[in-house]
């Protein structure tokens, strides 16, 4: 079967995968030695001499900017340094990164055609002449060109030489239409096209829903039902379409970075520009990216799955989401000037208040505390909907883990993301009228701010992940045919990380300067992480044990979770270990961790999430061909990009950098495969981006032509898999003015333990309002 | 040589090894399930009799789940415990008793550091102060009135541009005093694999273990603005 | 992607709305009120930068706020017609049959906590961080063994000057913040009498509408009482005249504002009356824009607090005048009654932080 085939090609692909990824590692030592024999870097030291500034070198015929392949004579001469002798009287060494030099007299002879140097006859002189012959490309073309002004004396004495160095770039003419293209305006317009493709898809979709009614007519009520509707679903499927769209942006830029990384020394963006992409794409990809994802997902599944009519608060839920995208205006509004905020995504104190950060700040820290307020709000809103709106029948531990998730995740979060907005309305205040909470003049201090953003920034990306987890959990045990193993022990352990979140937030800052104890404390809190997470990793396997694994898209998402994810969590267990986080901290090992987490943690999550419940949320059923496709390419083209990270980190490697250092005669840095490695990286991480428009290509024709969906196409258990797909309006029960019917009952099969509440539940019950209505206050 | 120096080469090579075994155990155990309870094609084979609107029956098992609770929490305290080790000396106190690296050296005095092998870390007569300023985009480098074999400072050109130099002297240990005149910088003594934060106004320290012979970059890992990437230094330790 | 439900009901995103059908109710309030949020954080961005002042955004910012007051005007049409007899109950345990609106104002006065817990945190870090003025001052004070150049002209200093230095000094500073400490604490008491009228089961309508009405314009008034009196201490001050009244003897003087005192953001250069050294003469200038950036921002986030209220409280009043209240939806009063508990609440910390300590 083709499919089969299919599937198991990609199992055997993550095997290998896994076992190349054992062997690619290993972690060579920094390169001791000194290797190759260029001058051009290293300095002229053929006569045992010292650099000086008395020697002037001079380097004349070069024009400003060349015209391609054109031959330029050039003479090379210097003053200053040691009187001439007339024999012996100096030297010279001339390099170039681009074009052909050749030799018009005995003065000089050629090392390599793009490097030149005195003869022994032309040892007697200090002014040498010879011709350059520009390259085709047209790019720009540095030259280095040493000179050594010696007195006379034969061979290695003295000391008395002196030698100088001078750089040159000569500018190159691409001619005209081959300029380099703003990549302001290639941002813009890559935006622009997909505003235009996204309204053309809601246009597409609208007249494939009914294309009867395509016209104005129908068109302005719809448009209006969808800007003003408060209804969980739609507000579910706006906030899933936002986060697509801005997957998209974030990972366009994430291209942009990859093209300025792919070789050492590009200058594909400008260091100004690079600054602000990858700012902007981790503030993107979290806050407007990841957590609509996850929004849209708890706003569809939540009420559904403990079986409510609708969100406690809809029109707050409304209010939700639209601040996002609002919010995603002001945040980009300094892109488009050229003033796009260039702080980082953790906007460090006292930077980010500085004149020197650029204008765009200001919008950025503004957008994110609408998107504080945003998330405050969700938090209410699911919390009360968790606690007060469950079926008949559903205690507390008896919600799907997938409710669980987001029950620890809105807690963590709303308890945690008032601290940020916090700082941020000061960061905000000190940008426009002029307080000072963090102007290091008047005794602000920087870290003040970290400790409210990581107060905030930790917990968040568990924010992030739990939901994840609880996806996994559905998605493994209904694959499985099972039901989850150690169901308590998941909720507890996801409780456990929630609880844990708030205290190991210092290990992101043990290299700053933080009091020594509470980085120690901090250490041990977060070691502690890992417990819980390896309880929910083996609960997860043991859940397939005895099974009957359903292989099927949403299966292999979680599979691959699975493997990324409990990598993400190995490198993890090096940060805390703060004898090796000094050196980690801030390298690409830093980037890859949470990447790994991150993307195969969430990303895969939820791409699992799309493929199990896209079928209830539009009653189509998704092509496995596609997705599994989808997967092979994603998963692989994945690893390729984030595994190597470790490896560049751990060798020295620094995140948030424009470029990178190769060693060179002069100073150790990164080994030279280090630039092979990033080429790949990038090349990487293109097929990863092209790979995800497999998944949107597959949601799109599924939508049109896709297997209409049965109620409970895997055979799951929980709610939402009870009402038709895509669910009515309202999504249960039925209201008569005054009450409501026909809600959904849970029932049980281990009735004989859920009657009776656990301890800590009846200690709780009596503390609440008594069950008979007459006691009740009104 | 190891990776970065010898402590944090040994944490790391640990860590590897344990990383190998829970990988291993992991991977072993979930490839063996993925294929060894596949489904056949086409039969729903409904394990735990999952049913719309039931909460369907624990599967659970006490003694397992307590056991990979406890198990990663000893390996856990384990691997806490030896991290701890090396702290001692990175954070070494800076005077005779409490400290490895003795008290500051007298002109003329030899820091003569030197790696015991048998207790596992970095041990030194004396130290040697030396101070680091970063302001945006560059680093000064201060040796007050150490010798210029001891510590000197100049300027070197690095890939076409001019950056700080800074000479040390190897088998010796130095105490950096650091301080920043505008935002946040953090200087990356890459090869020795430290680095700390530093804030205007405020001093912070590490110690720099300048064990080998070597010419390595310095480079700012705390974003710091436009020029960050380029806000580098020359580090030459000389024997 | 679903077809809309018009069969079910009419939407009416701009309008009352029909609290019978159950189903949701579509609503533009919550487009235009990110709309105008958005514009407000954009235009005053604009309107201050570092300080620097720009009028030409004002007209922005009150277009923000504008589309904030529209926004708010559509919630309160499609509010209006609430009658109480569509209140969700909760249906899930431990809180079956509590309003379910009570359980999210319980769960947002939480996230509260957390708001004023990060403020007070900052204040900690700073006002321990930094040495007091007073203390700085008296250090540095003229020795002839110790200190034999005592206080220099002109430099400044940085130390933490706690408002209550100013407030504290005299109780005519102090007046303004005992006097709003007192308001609040009625107005809690009045929101509360409010409730009690509007459940009470067996009060004739008449009688109710005009109880209720009356308790929540005074509570409305005694907020406004309070907002006034802060700007007064803020910005403005007050004038004392002579009085003597029996063994009271009161000479004339003027009380002046926080402000007028140079007790602002922008002090780098401040200074307080006592803060001249007695030997030489010499004043202590002090940078003490930390510590009024904390003052201003913590107790103005309170007045925020305050002011939100006073917007919901007019809505309110405006519904009592009508005569909308009745058993059936007085709880209303109580979510609102339980957020101006947590503000009284947040200013019985705020007061002794700020104004005395």
């Not at chain 1, 426009?432 to 003049?441: C, E, L, M, N, P």
């Not at chain 1, 980690?584 to 999430?609: D, K, P």
Request: charged share 15%.
């Amino acid at each position: 079967m083709e499919r089969k085939a299919l599937i198991t090609r990609s199992m055997v692909a993550m095997i290998l995968l896994s076992i190349a990824m054992v062997f690619s590692p290993a972690v060579n030592s920094l390169p001791g030695g000194i290797g190759g024999d260029t001058i051009q870097s290293a300095g002229c030291n053929c006569h045992n001499s010292f650099p000086s500034s008395d020697v002037i070198a001079s380097l004349e015929g070069l024009p400003e900017e060349y015209n391609v392949s054109e031959t330029y004579p050039i003479v090379v001469s210097f003053t200053g340094g040691p009187p001439e002798a007339g024999v012996n009287a100096g030297g010279f060494n001339l390099w170039s990164s681009g074009g052909e030099f050749s030799v018009i007299d005995a003065t000089v002879q050629a090392r390599s055609p793009g490097e030149v140097t005195h003869t022994e006859v032309g040892n007697d002189y200090r002014e040498w002449s010879l011709e350059w012959t520009a390259p085709s490309h047209g790019r720009d073309v540095d030259f280095i060109l040493h000179v050594n002004s010696v007195n006379g004396d034969d061979g290695n004495g003295g000391g008395l030489d002196e030698w100088n160095r001078l750089d040159l770039t000569v500018a190159g003419s691409l001619g005209p239409g081959l300029e380099q293209a703003d990549p302001y305006k290639v941002l813009g317009t890559l935006i622009i096209i997909s505003v235009i493709l996204l309204a053309a898809t809601i246009l597409y979709g609208f007249y494939r829903v009914n294309p009867d009614n395509f016209d104005w007519e129908h068109l302005a009520p719809w448009i209006v039902d969808w800007l003003t509707s408060t209804d969980h679903k739609k507000v579910g499927t706006l906030y899933f379409v936002a986060s697509l769209f801005f997957l998209g942006i974030g990972g366009i830029m994430a291209m942009m970075i990859r093209i300025q990384l792919a070789a050492p020394g590009l200058n594909f963006i400008s260091q100004d520009q690079y600054n602000q992409f990858f700012t902007l794409h981790g503030t993107t990809m979290i806050f407007l990216a990841a957590m609509p994802m996850i929004n849209g997902f708890a706003n569809w599944i939540v009420p559904l799955q403990i079986g409510a009519p609708d969100l406690a608060l809809p029109r707050i839920n409304a209010l939700s989401f639209w601040l996002q995208p609002f919010a995603a205006l002001l945040i980009f509004t300094g892109v488009f000037t050229g003033q796009g905020a260039d702080t980082g995504w953790t906007g460090y104190a006292p930077y980010v208040v500085s004149e020197g950060a650029h204008t765009g700040v200001t919008m950025w820290v503004a957008g994110q505390i609408m998107l504080v307020a945003s998330s405050t709000l969700t938090g209410i809103n699911f919390l009360t909907t968790m606690a007060v709106m469950r079926a008949e029948g559903m205690g507390w531990m008896q919600m799907p883990l997938f409710t669980w998730s987001i029950l620890v995740a809105n807690l963590m979060l709303f308890l945690s993301i008032p601290a940020f907005g916090v700082g941020l309305i000061q960061v905000y205040l000190d940008r426009t009228v002029s307080t000072a909470f963090y102007d290091i003049g008047a005794g602000g201090d920087p870290l003040l701010w970290s400790h409210l953003f990581w107060y905030f920034g930790h917990p968040e990306v568990y924010v992030v992940i739990v939901p994840a987890f609880g996806v996994i959990s559905e998605v493994l045990a209904t694959s499985a045919r099972r039901s989850v193993f150690g169901y308590r022990s998941m909720v507890y352990a996801m409780a456990g990380i929630g609880i844990v979140s708030f205290i190991v937030y210092g290990h992101h800052m043990f290299t700053s300067g933080m009091s020594p104890s509470l980085r120690f404390v901090t250490m041990l809190t977060t070691m502690l992480v890992a417990v819980p997470t390896g309880i929910k990793i083996f609960n997860w396997l043991k859940t397939m044990h005895g099974g009957s694994l359903v292989y099927r898209t949403h299966t292999l998402w979680a599979l691959g979770f699975l493997v990324t994810f409990t990598l993400g969590g190995i490198s993890g267990m090096f940060f805390p270990s703060m004898a090796m986080d000094v050196h980690l901290h801030e390298t690409y090992f830093v980037v890859a961790h949470f990447h790994y987490v991150l993307v195969g943690g969430t990303v895969f999550g939820f791409f699992s999430a799309i493929y199990y419940w896209y079928p209830k949320m539009t009653g189509r059923m998704m092509d496995e061909r596609l997705g599994t496709l989808h997967f092979l390419t994603a998963f692989v083209s994945y690893n390729g990009i984030f595994w190597p990270m470790h490896r560049l980190g751990v060798v020295g490697m620094a995140r948030r950098q424009h470029t990178y250092f190769i060693t060179t005669e002069d100073f150790n840095h990164l080994p030279e495969w280090a630039a092979d490695w990033n080429l790949f990286i990038s090349v990487s991480a293109f097929l990863f981006f092209f790979s995800n428009f497999i998944m949107i290509a597959n949601m799109l024709i599924s939508l049109v032509r896709g297997q209409k969906a049965p109620a409970d196409p895997w055979g799951g258990w929980s709610f939402e898999w009870m009402t038709s797909s895509p669910p009515p309006t309202p999504s249960f029960g039925r209201f008569d003015g005054e009450k409501w019917h026909d809600l959904p009952v849970l029932r049980d099969a281990n009735e004989h333990i859920a009657n009776e509440p656990g301890a800590f539940a009846s200690w709780f019950n009596r503390l609440m309002v008594p069950e008979n209505e007459e006691e009740v206050g009104h | 040589m190891g990776l970065i120096t010898p402590l944090y080469d040994m944490l790391w090579k640990e860590y590897l090894i344990w990383s190998l075994l829970v990988g291993g155990f992991t991977f072993g155990w979930l490839y063996h399930h993925t294929f060894f309870y596949r489904s056949e094609e086409g039969i729903d084979n409904n394990v735990d009799n999952l049913e719309v609107g039931v909460f369907p029956v624990h599967y659970e098992n006490l003694k397992l789940e307590v056991a990979w609770t406890i198990l990663p929490f000893f390996l856990i305290v384990y691997l806490a415990y030896i991290s701890w080790e090396p702290l001692d000396n990175i954070w070494s106190a800076a005077n005779a008793e409490d400290g490895y690296f003795g008290d500051e050296c007298l002109a003329g005095e030899a820091s003569n550091l030197y790696w015991d092998d048998s207790d596992g870390v970095y041990k030194a007569d004396c130290y040697h102060v030396i101070g680091i300023t970063g302001f945006q985009w560059s680093w000064e480098f201060d040796c007050y009135n150490l010798e210029e074999d001891v510590c000197a400072h100049g300027v070197v050109n690095i890939e076409g541009n001019d950056k700080p130099h800074l000479m040390l002297k190897a088998n010796s240990a130095y105490l950096t005093r650091m301080t920043s005149t505008d935002v946040t910088h953090a200087p990356w003594f890459v090869s020795h694999g430290v680095k700390e934060d530093i804030h205007a106004g405020k001093i912070s320290s590490q110690w720099v273990l300048a064990d080998d012979v070597e010419d390595f970059l310095l480079i700012c890992t705390e974003y710091c603005g436009d020029n960050h990437a380029y806000m580098i230094a020359g580090i030459s330790i000389h024997a | 992607m679903n077809d809309h439900d018009d069969h079910y009901h009419h939407i009416e995103p701009w309008g009352p709305h029909d609290w019978g059908h159950g189903a949701p109710h579509n609503s533009f309030s919550p487009f235009f009120l990110s709309l105008g949020v958005a514009v407000f954080l954009f235009a005053f961005a604009q309107a201050w930068e570092y300080g620097t002042y720009n009028p030409g955004h004002i007209p922005a910012i009150l277009v923000g706020l504008g589309i904030i007051g529209f926004s708010m005007f559509i919630w309160w049409r499609q509010d209006i017609s609430f009658d109480g007899s569509y209140e969700p109950l909760s249906t899930g345990t431990p809180f079956r049959k509590i309003e379910i609106r009570k359980v999210s104002v319980w769960v947002f006065l939480m996230s509260e906590m957390m708001v004023f817990t990060s403020l007070f945190s900052t204040y900690m870090r700073y006002r321990l961080g930094i040495s007091n003025c007073n203390t700085v001052f008296e250090r540095g004070m003229f020795d002839p063994v110790t200190n034999p150049t005592g206080w220099q002209e002109g430099v400044a200093v940085t130390c933490f000057e706690p408002a209550s230095h100013l407030i504290a000094s005299s109780w005519w500073h102090l007046a303004p913040g005992a006097i709003n400490t007192f308001a609040l604490i009625i107005s809690s008491f009045t929101v509360v009498q409010a409730l009690r009228y509007a459940k009470m089961p067996d009060l004739d309508h008449d009688v109710r509408t005009k109880k209720v009405f009356r308790y929540l314009a005074s509570t409305w008034a005694l907020a406004i009482i309070f907002l006034t009196l802060k700007m007064v201490e803020w910005f403005v001050g007050f004038y004392v005249p002579e009085i003597h009244l029996g063994p009271i003897h009161i000479h004339e003087h003027d009380i002046i504002s926080l402000v007028n005192e140079g007790y602002t953001i922008n002090a780098d250069h401040y200074q307080h009356h006592s803060y001249v050294d007695h030997d030489t003469g010499a004043h202590m200038v002090a940078d003490i824009q930390v510590s009024a950036s904390l003052f201003y921002v913590t107790t103005g986030t309170h007045g925020a607090h305050v002011a939100g209220g006073i917007i919901g409280l007019s809505y309110m009043t405006y519904k009592a005048w009508k005569g909308l209240y009745t058993p059936l939806n007085a709880v209303s009063i109580e979510y609102f009654g339980l957020y101006w508990h947590f503000v009284d609440l947040i200013w019985v910390l705020v007061f002794p932080f700020f104004y005395l300590y």
